[in-house]
């Protein structure tokens, strides 16, 4: 039997490797990341968070000298804890201790939140422009004892971009020898509001040890101001934090600690000292607490770090309990398990074993974590335990202190030898598909990623065009050099012209061929005297298209993908020209946001079932031409495939981009014949699931492919009134092969304590994961029920959760009264999402939104990340031009050790206040990047991006992401590409012109402000505030 781990501290020449171009290959990965052990790993790191380049290594958090935090190219070295370690890195230790945690510092609205709060600063900047607070404002920055020359500027003489008290030309409240964002008496790595001996996190009054909410508790209800409301920190880091979905509480075995029952430090590792050691750490764990791993929490992100023992409790805390789930996303190696003939899971629910399985019986009994029985371990999986209780060969055994491991699945885990991975690219050449140059970008893509395909020799690739008719390409004799175009005219008659073995054709063998017959089809479908071309053609018979790529997959399985760009015609699977893009946001809308037939959900279902999937690209190059979206779409939803939307298609400006996306799309880690299932604690389900999948049995999903983009939420529900136990667990375990052939099954497992009080489910609150399912499922609903039904059930839900708050034992420490600490952002985010498109009224009229954009809309919600939907709530705005006021920004640099960092800048408010003529700015919404641009900075920002003061707009976004990375412009694209390489591919980039028609697509984005028929973000506390107290005045407690 072998157990084997590798070793987490890969030198530095490993990473420097994994960060280099040209190291996407899985394969090569694969060989490179080698752990001590010489065993290769099960996950690659290195086909890369960063989408767009290759060129940037993934960042991970990284302490620099300043104790700032960085993004680095290196995971934190020399933690003093030679054991293995998996995926997750936490912060270095103390780094929790002391940067609050994103859901800002509760105290911060007790004590003065205008010095207090994190990114204060910064903020006071946008928020003076407010004249309902500029009172207060002037008043509290006069209590920050600036120092001011001449004559203060007062409210009614302020020009833009300047402070109140401060003269014209004055940098704001800055003094010599300090640092933009600095605070008079700040010293270099303090943050605004800190005074000297202070550490980050500490406010004024704070001793050591303290937490914020440990003070100025509040006794009378605090009127939400400007000021006050809570928002997300808005430094470098905790912008990297959010987009990197990392500004997240430990869960799992240390969030026991939270409970009272274990001190733990952020790494997650009990503190050593003080109480005897069986007392802080759960007598139920497996493994000795210096050996524990926990999953990451982007694998498995739950919305609450503690469960109800009760459904009665549930019921009354009101908000969703569930978790967000990227079992791919592991951004690291996984240990590798082999159990040799049987892997070791519980007799009687089948649960895998892992870290909470404790050995009793002097080692011949192991109670499962999840249904508790008793099991007998096999017995060459027999070792006797130690004087403390652990198994004398727990370090050697990964499943038992890793939260995350991966094991060698033996025979009895396939149906079939695992199946070749294969591809098929449907490719759409009507006339439309050719003259939009969609055709162009669509034969780069996938040129370029042939060399990213797995090819160790097991890879088929074919190629099928269409426009009325259907067209194969067929490949024989040496190096399948000789092509033969067939073109079959009966689009109704579903037979394979040759073998398949003609169309799909070894990768290893044919690249060549390949390459020549993409390089050919434009020529060969272009209007200008192609072979192929004919008018006849603009109709699409997609449909028709898609059945013979399944005929080519029937056998093997293996990914469709599928590029088009009109609504298919003729043929099967056609669609009606049902556009009515009035119905938005009425009630006859539902309707047109379900599918107009069944015809591509069976397709999908028909494919699942032969372990085939199909990403769908689609690019509609006219302004307003509708594809019929709801209907198309299911065709990858249940075959677990990706939907890249990308309307008003224009080569100049998305052609790049949907190359990388393709890249993104086809050169990431793959896992093939996946089934996911997810097991929790006995006495609870899985309700609800949310995803791209097939639903096989009650909580089955089948994945015909599955890759670390793809995100999945599931609900919980109880089955049994009342829980037992003490822990909740849930397990997901991931059957899937790899792109190489091996039969692997991943399996993750979270543990956390039960409780049996409504504070305690507050405390441990996540409001980024609960917004997320919330959205979730309301994005569901909207098909069926109104819009407004929709709305008021999101706010409805909060107010009741608030209520019960507000009456329990811990509303003296909450933020502004009503606040739970760990939910004072989810205002915030479900405001934010209330003002999307999605789930706004107001958004259709202004900026041409369509019920095609509505209906991706919906899809890509399901398959949202919970820092996708936090920033759909909550827009990241970073500032681009000038960059004088941050000198760092844009600048990677190598710190000790040879790490090299990306700095980003500060995060802006989201208010229209930032938007200042003579700035642009970048504004992330989680689908697209938005590059803004002021009149008065439009030839500046220009001349730093391409050195010309004039350039059209395309241009201008394409430079925005593509150029040297030298100056300016190098650090502008640096920040830009680093966000976006952060997150899943196809977020398609704009460049807006303050004031052009997309204007009002920006300023929506703006959710701390009024919009339509919406609330401000403060008049929506006020609101919600209110509410609560009025809903708690008639609720018993
Ligand atoms: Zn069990």
Not at 376 to 391: H, M, T, V, W
Request: proline share 7%.
């Amino acid at each position: 039997m072998v157990s084997r781990y590798p070793n987490p501290y890969l030198n530095q020449q490993q990473h420097e490797n994994q960060g280099a171009p040209g190291s996407n290959d899985v394969t090569q990965n694969h060989q490179a990341a080698n752990g001590v052990s010489g065993v290769p790993l099960a996950a690659n790191q290195a086909y890369g968070q960063y989408a767009y380049t290759g060129q940037h290594p993934q960042p991970v958090y990284q302490q620099d000298a300043s104790g700032a935090m960085a993004s680095t190219a290196q995971p934190p070295s020399a933690s003093g804890h030679d054991v293995p370690q998996q995926g997750y890195m936490p912060p270095p230790a103390g780094q929790v201790d002391q940067q609050p945690n994103a859901y800002g510092q509760g105290g911060a609205a007790i004590n003065g939140a205008y010095t207090q709060q994190p990114g204060g600063q910064q903020y006071a900047q946008y928020a003076q422009q407010d004249m309902n607070s500029m009172q207060s404002l002037t008043a509290q920055v006069q209590n920050m004892n600036m120092t001011t020359a001449g004559q203060p500027v007062t409210a009614e003489s302020m020009q833009p971009g300047m402070q109140p008290g401060l003269m014209p030309g004055v940098q704001p409240s800055m003094q010599p020898g300090m640092q933009p964002g600095m605070q008079p008496g700040m010293q270099p790595g303090m943050q605004p509001g800190m005074q000297p001996g202070m550490q980050p996190g500490m406010q004024p009054g704070m001793q050591p040890g303290m937490q914020p909410a440990m003070q100025g508790y509040i006794e009378e209800p605090t009127a939400p101001t400007m000021e006050n409301a809570p928002r997300p920190r808005l430094e470098s880091a905790d912008v990297l934090a959010r987009i990197n979905d990392m500004d997240i509480k430990q869960p799992s075995v240390a969030s026991v600690a939270s409970s009272g029952m274990l001190q733990v430090d952020a790494m997650g590792r009990p503190i050593q000292g003080g109480a005897p050691q069986e007392q802080r750490w759960p007598a139920t764990v497996a493994c000795p607490p210096e050996l524990y791993y926990n999953t990451s929490p982007r694998c498995a992100r739950l919305t609450t770090n503690a469960f109800p023992n009760a459904r009665s409790l549930a019921k009354k805390y009101g908000l969703p309990l569930g978790a967000v789930l990227q079992p791919m996303e592991d951004g690291a190696q996984l240990p590798v398990v082999n159990f040799g003939s049987g892997v070791v899971r519980c007799r009687r629910c089948r649960s895998y074993i892992n870290f909470m399985c404790k050995f009793t019986q002097e080692g011949r009994e192991w109670k499962c974590s999840m249904c508790m029985s008793m099991n007998k371990p096999a017995s060459e999986y027999y070792a006797a335990l130690d004087q403390n209780g652990y198994r004398v060969d727990v370090s050697r055994r990964p499943e038992l202190f890793c939260g995350s491991y991966e094991v060698e699945a033996p025979t009895q885990y396939m149906v079939r030898p695992p199946m070749p991975p294969m591809y098929v690219f449907v490719v759409e050449v009507t006339p439309t598909a050719i003259s939009s140059g969609l055709l162009n970008a669509a034969v780069a893509g996938i040129r370029d990623s042939l060399d990213l395909l797995p090819n160790s020799g097991r890879t088929r690739v074919g190629i099928i065009t269409f426009d009325s008719s259907v067209h194969f390409y067929s490949f024989k004799g040496e190096n399948h050099s000789e092509l033969s175009t067939i073109v079959l005219p009966d689009i109704n008659e579903v037979f394979l012209p040759t073998l398949t073995d003609r169309i799909a054709i070894p990768l290893h063998e044919g690249m060549d061929a390949l390459k020549q017959l993409l390089d050919k089809l434009p020529e060969m479908y272009g209007a200008e005297g192609g072979a192929m071309a004919s008018h006849a053609a603009e109709k699409s018979a997609f449909g028709a298209a898609l059945i013979y790529g399944q005929a080519i997959v029937e056998d093997t399985g293996g990914k469709i993908m599928a590029v088009l760009c009109t609504r298919p015609k003729i043929g099967p699977g056609l669609t009606r020209d049902r556009s009515d893009n009035t119905a938005l946001g009425t009630d006859r809308e539902r309707h047109m946001l379900s599918p107009d037939s069944t015809f591509y959900k069976q397709k999908a279902v028909d494919l699942a079932r032969v372990q085939a999937t199909v990403d769908l690209i689609i690019c509609t190059p006219t302004v307003g031409s509708f594809l019929d979206v709801a209907t198309i779409a299911p065709l990858s939803k249940y075959s677990g495939g990706d939907l890249l939307y990308n309307p008003n298609f224009v080569i100049a400006r998305d052609g790049h981009l949907l190359v990388e996306s393709m890249k993104r799309m086809l050169g990431r880690e793959t896992g093939w014949e996946a089934v996911m299932r997810i097991r929790a604690s006995q006495g609870v389900r899985c309700k609800t699931f949310h995803g791209r999948f097939f639903l096989k049995s009650t909580d089955l999903l089948a994945l015909p492919s599955v890759d670390p983009d793809k995100t999945f939420a599931v609900e919980f529900d109880y089955d049994d009134s009342l829980l037992e136990h003490t822990v909740f667990c849930v397990q997901i375990a991931l059957l899937y092969t790899t792109s190489a052939g091996e039969r692997r099954i991943r399996v993750h497992t979270i543990a956390i304590p039960i409780v049996s009080s409504v504070s305690e489910l507050f405390s441990n609150a996540d409001a980024s994961a609960t917004a997320s399912i919330v959205a979730r499922a309301a994005a569901e609903n909207l098909k069926d029920k109104r819009l407004e039904d929709v709305r008021k059930s999101v706010s409805d839900t909060a107010v009741n959760t608030l209520a019960v708050y507000k009456q329990s034992d811990m509303k003296h420490q909450s933020v502004l009264g009503f606040l739970p600490e760990s939910l004072s952002l989810y205002p915030l985010y479900i405001q934010g999402l209330l003002k999307t498109p999605l789930f706004s009224r107001d958004a259709f009229g202004l900026f041409g939104f369509r019920m095609d954009d509505k209906s991706a809309l919906m899809h890509y919600m399901n398959v949202a990340t919970s820092a996708t939907t936090t920033v759909m709530g909550y827009p990241t705005i970073l500032p681009l031009y000038p960059l004088q006021d941050y000198p760092e920004a844009g600048v990677y640099t190598e710190g000790e050790n040879g790490v090299v960092a990306l700095t980003l800048p500060p995060a802006m408010p989201a208010m229209k206040a930032c938007l200042r003529s003579n700035s642009a700015v970048m504004i992330d919404d989680g689908i697209t990047t938005i590059i803004w641009v002021g009149l008065d900075a439009i030839a500046g920002f220009s001349e730093v991006l391409v050195g010309a003061a004039e350039t059209d707009l395309y241009s201008l976004g394409g430079a925005c992401v593509y150029g040297d990375s030298d100056g300016e412009g190098g650090r502008v694209r640096a920040i830009i590409r680093n966000v976006r390489g952060l997150k899943r591919a196809g977020a398609p980039l704009f460049v807006v012109q303050s004031g052009s028609n997309l204007q009002a697509r920006v300023d929506a984005l703006m959710v701390e402000d009024r919009s339509g028929t919406q609330m401000s973000y403060v008049e929506f506390l006020v609101d919600l505030q209110s509410k609560v107290r009025r809903r708690a005045g008639t609720v018993k407690n």
